[in-house]
């Protein structure tokens, strides 16, 4: 297609689609209902929503309690502007996700981007207020930590960033020693990490970032528990913050309410998002040690910490989340679970011959294609993405990563149905010329 031609026939004159080509890709299907872990067509089709819509529908879609509490809200107030005013649902939030991640302090923005964007701007401001000249900033390769200049500055460099590139400042980078099922290098990769990880932490660090077990967006790439409690280690001995990007991983996806948790870390910073309204309503949030935040208060104006957002703590997304974390903490076993369900299903998948690297953490299992160039632009993955469409499953692959991370409201006969046609399309690939 010639640029500037106009988009072929199917597509709405009129919308802008995300991460998405549409001289290449197919028109998108318009979904006019959503009920429990599925996605209801335009012509009445029902899809198994095998990805929790971009990681954000935890609880399923419509889910009564979470719709009520917004109805309810809405009838009160739904939005004052923050800056000025406070109101009960956003104290009641802060307050409960206070306890829960063992961080004083939370400041609200609008999703996850700006949640990451937040915590960078907090580790910087904080050091600059105390007069230090710590100016690195490490991450770890393969991050994404989003799409807005800070987090594409942090996250790995490629096609999603390239044409911003001369826009984005340095940044040190570790290698992430992402790990799977019967792996029998990954104490050799780790050491190199943190190696890696002393040698950079001998420059003056303000901040590590990280997102704790799982890599999401470059293809579900886990690590140990106890490689990150390495990391955290060495973070505090050089004196430097450590801030988690848990927007994927937080709100029981990996089988326990924050990877932190379950790694056994505890962060300076954390960035939240998807998850936290339940996937109602576009929210994050970043909470920080009181020490931080105390590190801004001061007569000087120059300290104070200049970022806001129109819809700052908006009353129905706190309604939402709190409403999310009522299901979460009243029934734990649910994403508590999830892992065990998944792992008989992988199991039986790991042994195809089109599967390789097979993984499993809380409600998030993953596997490779075998191909011949892995890579986000491999064309297996949309492949498969359509043969699993026709057995009434949606899925998104990253590239030749294959991955489930459905709603906590699965049942078992769906979840059976989702590696049923993983399994057939894995046939239909294997048989393809």
Request: charged share 20%.
């Amino acid at each position: 297609m010639p640029i500037g031609a106009a988009a072929p026939s199917g597509w709405h004159p009129h919308l802008w689609h995300p991460t998405t080509q549409v001289a290449t890709a197919t028109p998108p299907e318009q979904v006019v209902r959503g009920e429990g872990a599925e996605l209801i067509t335009a012509d009445g089709r029902r899809l198994i929503d095998a990805i929790g819509s971009w990681w954000v529908t935890l609880h399923g879609h419509g889910e009564p309690s979470i719709a009520a509490a917004i109805a309810d809200q809405a009838r009160r107030l739904e939005q004052v502007i923050f800056a000025d005013f406070s109101h009960p649902p956003a104290e009641q939030l802060a307050t409960r996700l206070s306890r829960l991640s063992g961080l004083e302090r939370l400041f609200f923005s609008d999703n996850g981007s700006t949640a990451v964007e937040v915590a960078l701007k907090v580790a910087w401001q904080w050091w600059r207020n105390r007069g230090s000249e710590r100016r690195q900033l490490v991450a770890f390769a393969g991050a994404y930590h989003g799409d807005t200049f800070g987090a594409m500055a942090v996250g790995e460099r490629s096609l999603f960033s390239d044409a911003f590139e001369p826009l984005l400042f340095e940044v040190a980078r570790v290698p992430w020693p992402a790990t799977h099922w019967q792996d029998e290098r990954v104490e050799e990769r780790e050491a190199e990490a943190l190696a890696v990880l002393e040698r950079l932490l001998e420059t003056p660090t303000a901040a590590v970032i990280l997102e704790p077990l799982v890599q999401g967006a470059s293809g579900m790439r886990m690590v140990r528990e106890s490689f990150l409690r390495q990391v955290e280690r060495r973070v505090r001995q050089a004196g430097a913050l450590l801030i988690a990007d848990e927007v994927l991983t937080g709100f029981g996806r990996t089988g326990e309410l924050f990877a932190c948790r379950r790694a056994g870390i505890q962060p300076d910073l954390m960035a939240l998002s998807k998850g936290l309204t339940g996937g109602f309503l576009p929210m994050g949030v970043t909470l920080a040690r009181e020490a931080l935040f105390q590190g801004f208060v001061d007569p000087d104006p120059t300290r104070t910490l200049y970022h806001g957002h129109s819809f700052t703590a908006n009353p129905l997304g706190c309604a939402a989340a709190l409403a999310s974390l009522d299901l979460l903490e009243g029934f734990p076993e649910r994403h508590r679970g999830m892992e065990a369900r998944h792992r008989p299903h992988l199991e039986r998948l790991a042994g195809h011959p089109g599967v390789r690297q097979p993984r499993l953490l809380g409600g998030i299992a993953a596997f490779d294609l075998v191909v011949e160039s892995p890579g986000y632009l491999n064309p297996a993955g949309k492949r498969l993405q359509a043969l699993v469409r026709h057995e009434g499953v949606f899925l998104r692959p990253l590239g030749q990563v294959i991955y489930l991370l459905p709603p906590l409201c699965i049942d078992d006969n769906q979840l059976e149905r989702c590696y049923r046609a993983i399994g057939l399309a894995l046939d239909a690939l294997g048989e393809a010329p």
